[in-house]
């Protein structure tokens, strides 16, 4: 079982499917991104490989993810469709391979973990992941794999901060990777982050990705555009003070985005 060190950012590439997405996500290799995220449900799979493949980088210096459809966690899905996602990829192995949401998680778990275990074993992929999980929903895959969960994917920013789950995943040495890490670029709405991005001269959406990072996780921001690429990398560098760290907690709003009916946890 692979136990890797996630890098402070990765690159999402959601609804990226396009020979314009492929050369964003060139140019964003070239600039340092190596920590890709994509899923069945985006269609997007071969895009990614190609990319890789493309950029001439070796594919041992990336990490891969890609996401279980929610129709795709019987056993036997399981196996087939990581197998398709491999071959859209182009790739001998997925790095991380995670359950995009836990839909009847809870009925047919232990089996869909079990069927993830043994691509382990195969060489398939390389480390097991979560997505969209609760707290408890986490504890209960750790409590039934025989392989570490090593992530779960979780909607995660100022207006929602996740305070329960990040202390959570970081006694149970699970990676939070936050989705929507710009707010929808709802960030120019929040008085708090537009004056931190004057005092750094950077926008509201670098602060937040700032943000995500110093409180150790691993925020997965999309874009193809080189100039936002570059930024985005970038924000890296921003280093927030623990008095602006306390200004950012004060402005939680639990506010969701994102939480399909049918399939979304209670929260």
Known sequence: MAKFKLPKIGLGTMQGN???????????????????????????????GEAVKESGIPRDEFIVATKLLVNNLSPRR????????????????????YIHWPFRFSKIGEKTLKAM???????????????????QQVDE??????????ANQVEMHPWLQQKELVAHHKKKGVYVVPYFPLMHGRFSDVPELVE???????????????????????????SINPVHLKANWESQNIK??????????????????????????KW
Not at 117 to 135: D, E, H, M, Y
Not at 196 to 203: I, N, P, R, T
Request: glycine share 6%; net charge positive.
């Open 18 to 48: 396009s020979k314009e997405a492929k050369h964003g996500f060139i140019k964003g290799f070239e600039i340092g991104f190596r920590f890709l995220d994509t899923a069945q449900m985006y269609f997007n799979e071969r895009v990614v």
């Open 78 to 97: 399981v196996v087939k469709s990581t197998e398709r996602s491999l071959k859209r990829l182009g790739f001998d192995t997925i790095d991380m391979l």
């Open 117 to 135: 275990s043994k691509l382990v074993n195969q060489g398939k992929i390389r480390s097991i992941a979560l997505s969209n999980f609760t707290p």
């Open 141 to 150: 895959a750790i409590s039934i794999c025989d392989k570490p969960i090593v």
């Open 196 to 222: 931190l991005g004057k005092k750094y001269s950077v926008s509201g959406a670098l602060i937040s990705l700032a943000w995500l990072m110093k409180k150790g996780t691993v925020p997965i921001p999309k």
């Open 240 to 265: 927030l003070s623990s008095d602006d760290m306390k200004l950012i907690d004060s402005i939680e709003k639990e506010k969701r985005f994102l939480s399909p009916p049918l399939i979304a946890p």
